[in-house]
């Protein structure tokens, strides 16, 4: 008697670390590739149709559909938050330098800017470093902005020109160019141009009480 049929086989054909929907951490995988076999006394001899690849997590053992793999809401943050880092940077010590030099005041509150908004220490020394390279910089800060323009909400964008403002005031002056450079930095950060003269009279006032107490 010759017994024949079909059957399915889920070969591996990837393994390694994605990030599990399920386990909502990065776990183990498998991709396999299921596949229907022509078989003769249960040997598998001829290879029938794909049934689809799909990816199986070796911790829950929960499945998911290839593209899974391309999600990684961990490595998206951290990618984030190294493009809001820099594009800071490089905005607050061009603000820094706008008048002519960074001062020590205005470093020490660019880095507790920078501590606010990635949780992350940058030391003065660190940033002093930097000055330098930003000062031969000659990208516009518009297009320094774009690329993390529309990663920023509402209060992300405040807070980075708050931020930018309370530099500019460090060293107690507040003049024409870093008013101008100001105002450029709420442009490309979209802000509505009476939101960023709010946060400019803002900060300004609040230097007029600290100097008046």
């Known amino acids: 008697m010759i017994i024949f049929g079909m059957t399915s086989l889920k070969h591996v054909k990837e393994k390694g670390t994605f990030y599990c929907p399920q386990c909502s951490d990065h ?3 498998k991709l396999r590739e299921p596949r229907r076999w022509f078989h003769l006394y249960f040997i598998p001899v001829i290879p029938l149709d794909n049934l689809g690849r799909y990816v199986e997590c070796k911790q829950c053992k929960g499945t998911f559909v290839e593209q899974v793999l391309q999600h990684d809401p961990v490595a998206d943050h951290n990618r984030f938050i190294g493009e809001v880092e820099r594009a800071t ?3 607050t010590l061009k603000m820094a330098l706008a008048d002519g030099a960074a001062t020590d005041d205005e470093l020490i509150e660019i880095s507790l800017l920078l501590k606010s908004l990635i949780n992350r220490d940058v030391s003065v020394q660190e940033l002093k470093e930097q000055v330098a390279q930003v000062a031969g910089d000659q990208r516009s800060v518009e297009d320094y902005m774009h ?5 920023l909400n509402g209060t992300g964008k405040a807070q ?5 403002l309370a530099v500019a005031l460090a060293d107690g002056n507040f003049d024409r160019e870093e008013r101008a450079f100001a105002k ?9 141009p009476a939101h960023t003269r709010g946060l400019i009279a803002e900060a300004e006032d609040h230097a007029r009480r600290e100097q008046a107490a």
Request: proline share 0%.
């Open 27 to 29: 776990k183990d995988y």
């Open 89 to 91: 940077r490089w905005v």
């Open 147 to 151: 690329a993390v323009v529309g990663m």
């Open 160 to 164: 980075v020109m708050r931020g930018l």
């Open 184 to 192: 450029r930095c709420g442009d490309a950060l979209l802000l509505d």
